[in-house]
């Protein structure tokens, strides 16, 4: 039997996948929760219109769900950046315990992979409950022309779970 060339093995290769999907998990929310901060005004007039459902169908019976309070919208919006960051820093923490783990016998790997786990699950949770569920449904996100965030979030919720399927998949010596 021959060694594959420069010594790659596919469980080294499906380990070093779900380490580098962690990571790259890891680094998008990132970029999301740092472009808030750094340029609070877009992403806060998205939360706001959302929130104040100014650009759902009208007439809408459902306007009594509309949230037009200025700190209601500051607050959703910064927990929102929080949440990202806590996403980002779960799963950079969790690609680099998997990076850390690629050689170990596979119950060390499949071990390390907490974090990871935890990071992706949050993202999902943002993303999915919070921007398709909460946003997309109860404020009726969905029926807006200029505000509607549904199938971006969809692609990051679906990319998140997909992220989380192939990670927890048990890995093997």
């Not at 060694?3 to 080294?12: C, E, I, S």
């Not at 509309?66 to 996403?87: D, G, K, R, S, Y």
């Not at 980002?88 to 783990?101: P, V, Y």
């Not at 990071?119 to 909460?134: D, E, H, K, P």
Request: aromatic share 14%; proline share 4%; charged share 10%.
């Amino acid at each position: 039997m021959t060694q594959p060339p420069f010594g790659f093995k596919t469980n080294g290769l499906i380990r070093f996948a779900k380490a580098a999907l962690v990571f790259s998990m890891g680094l998008f929310a990132l970029l999301a929760g740092a472009g808030s901060i750094l340029d609070p005004k877009t992403n806060l007039e998205f939360v706001v219109h959302v929130l104040s459902m100014d650009t759902v169908f009208s007439p809408s019976h459902s306007g009594w769900r509309a949230i037009t309070n200025p700190m209601v919208h500051q607050t959703v919006f910064w927990l929102i950046v929080a949440i990202e960051l806590v996403v980002a820093a779960l799963c950079l923490w969790g690609s680099a315990r998997l990076f850390a783990n690629l050689s170990t016998p596979a119950q060390g790997f499949n071990a390390a992979k907490g974090p990871a786990v935890a990071g992706l699950t949050v993202g999902i949770a943002l993303w999915f409950t919070g921007f398709i569920a909460v946003g997309g449904e109860w404020f009726l996100m969905w029926q807006s022309q200029t505000w509607n965030g549904v199938e971006a979030a969809f692609r990051f919720s679906a990319t998140l779970f997909l992220t989380l399927l192939f990670t927890i998949s048990e890995d093997h010596d």
